[in-house]
């Protein structure tokens, strides 16, 4: 009998396995019923940018107000907007957060599978219909740039990149979303639609970052999260630990006026991300790890209708978890 391989060697070779079924299953599960709800309509869901004038022509409904031309439009007493030849060829950049605090899920679903769950559905969604996705993977530093790709092999790649067990981290040093946006902003050289898929737990300094992403791209912030991280249930004397840092905190959750505390900071923290996500001109979409993928994936494709037709979109949120904009 033939010595067995060393573990590590099991798990490499077992990874290509089961992120070939993971997109298998998103494919048969999310994907096909995806396309029936969407019956068709990807030219509103992933649509590229004008880029030459082709023709005017009397304003509709469900016009985008911003191509109306307005001279035209006083000549002719009726409102006129412009058309163009559309560049269909889109190009999608995913900007990943897989630092220590994404792999957490208070059941049995962690943020990390959450956000590998969006992106292939995604990923896929993009690559079959003619457009190019790449992405930039960001451990402790970023430690993968993707070239953008258009295949089904390629989704795959992006996946099993995103799955490899990443270097620990060094010296206790947290999450700096400052350094994954900048260095994509250097990457990313023509307008591309980019997806910062993050908890958003990160020193502070990106917020201006991700301004200056926005200026030039189309950009959607998918924020990760887990219910236990909005409201601290009674589970007694309880060791908080810093997935990043290792610090450790004893905490008597017992006591109501310390989970007080607890969703008080926690609705600041989401009022401050809403703030700065205002601020810096992007959209956010929110993931919480009991989410429903196909869900989220319709959320999104109405945050790009609206984004289309000149309105912009609050946060869109998993319903189930957010009654008008605060934690159930």
Same mark, same amino acid.
């Given at each position: ?26 494919? #048969? ?40 031309? #307005? ?21 999608? #950049? ?111 300094? #990106? ?122």
């Amino acid at each position: 009998m033939p010595p067995r391989p060393p573990e590590p060697a099991r798990a490499a070779a077992t990874a290509p396995r089961a992120t070939e079924a993971l997109l298998q299953r998103l494919e #048969w599960t999310v994907l096909r019923r995806l396309d029936g709800l969407l019956q068709g309509d990807y030219r509103t869901f992933l649509r590229g940018d004008g880029v030459d004038l082709a023709d005017l022509r009397e304003y509709q409904l469900h016009d985008d107000v911003r191509h109306i031309d #307005w001279n035209v439009t006083a000549r002719m007493q009726q409102p006129y907007v412009r058309q163009f030849h559309e560049d269909r060829d889109l190009t999608a #950049w995913f900007l990943l957060d897989l630092s220590g605090s994404v792999d957490f899920g208070s059941d049995e679903v962690t943020k990390l599978a959450v956000s590998a769950g969006f992106v292939a559905a995604l990923a896929r969604v993009i690559t079959r219909h003619g457009n190019r996705a790449g992405a930039l993977l960001y451990g402790h530093e970023v430690d993968t740039v993707l070239p953008p790709g258009a295949s089904r092999t390629h989704v795959l790649e992006l996946l099993q990149r995103m799955r490899a067990p990443r270097p620990p981290v060094k010296g206790g040093r947290g999450t700096a979303l400052y350094d994954l946006l900048a260095t994509a902003d250097g990457v990313m050289r023509r307008r591309s639609l980019v997806f910062v898929v993050s908890d958003f737990i990160s020193a502070p300094g #990106w917020e201006d970052a991700l301004g200056r992403l926005a200026q030039r791209h189309d950009v959607v912030a998918v924020r990760l999260f887990d219910p236990l991280e909005m409201a601290l249930p009674d589970v007694g004397l309880v060791t908080l630990e810093d997935a990043e840092t290792g610090e450790q905190l004893f905490v008597d959750a017992t006591d109501p006026d310390f989970r007080a505390r607890y969703a008080a900071l926690a609705e600041a923290a989401e009022a401050r991300l809403a703030e700065a996500f205002a601020r810096a001109g992007v959209d956010m979409l929110e993931l919480a790890t009991d989410d429903d993928l196909l869900g989220a994936l319709l959320r999104f494709a109405d945050l790009r209708r609206q984004r289309v037709f000149g309105r912009r979109a609050p946060p869109l949120r998993p319903a189930h978890l957010f009654a008008q904009g605060a934690p159930s």
